[in-house]
Each structure stands twice: as C-alpha cells, then as structure tokens.
C-alpha cells in the first residue's frame, strides 16, 4: 500500500500545473486526503484537504487559485494549481487515510506520498 505522487516541475509566474496522487496496494477504502507542502528552510504546511464525500478545505494563501479534487474509482486525487506565485515553490506532498482489509478487520492507516517537486520561477 503506497501513495505515489506526480506532475511537479518548473512553471513561471502566472502559470498552473496539475499534481496527481494515486494509492496503490490492497486498499478497501480511502477516507480524508490531502496536500501539504514544504518550502525551503521552513515547516510543512497545508494546502488542501478532501474527504471521502467530496467537501474540501482549503490554505488561505492558495483559496481561490487552487482546486482539490479526486476520482474515487481510480483512487486518485488532484491538485489543479493556477495563477501560481514564487512563493508556492516547494516540495509538494500527498497524504491519505487508507483502509485495508485482513481477517476480518478494517484497518485505518495514514499515509504520505513521496513529494513532487513544484518551481515557479521566471
């Protein structure tokens, strides 16, 4: 069981990208999921977050430029990042609370992905 993220890269100003995180591995269930980043020299922080029925929460330095979303039968979520800034430069990690199933139990495990990372940079 493993979240593998993807889509980070160089953009300029001005410019969106899409990341992607898809959840691998005998999975029953994914609860909440999220995004996190981690700018050099400074502390990991939260982006956005989704849960299973789809209401998402949102950092205020990235509301109204960056959208959450995620695609239940491929166990996948996405960020959809426009209008991005410098200062979104950072390592971008995925995080879910994955359900698996062994004899007879549900068992709830919070995962991280492996980061992806994002530049925005003229």
């Known amino acids: 069981v493993q979240l593998q993220a993807s889509g980070g890269g160089l953009v300029q100003p001005g410019g969106s990208l899409r990341l992607s995180c898809a959840a691998s591995g005998s999975i029953a269930g994914i609860n909440d999921m999220g995004w996190y980043r981690q700018a050099p020299g400074k502390q990991r922080e939260l982006v956005a977050t989704i849960t299973s029925g789809g209401s998402t929460n949102y950092a205020d330095s990235v509301k109204g430029r960056f959208t959450i979303s995620r695609d239940n039968a491929k166990n996948t979520i996405y960020l959809q990042m426009s209008s991005l800034k410098p200062e979104d430069t950072a390592v971008h990690y995925c995080?879910?609370?994955?359900?698996?199933?062994?004899?007879?139990?549900?068992?709830?495990?919070?995962?991280w992905g492996q980061g992806t990372l994002v530049t925005v940079s003229s």
């Open positions: 995080n879910a609370d994955l359900v698996t199933y062994y004899s007879g139990h549900y068992f709830v495990r919070n995962y």
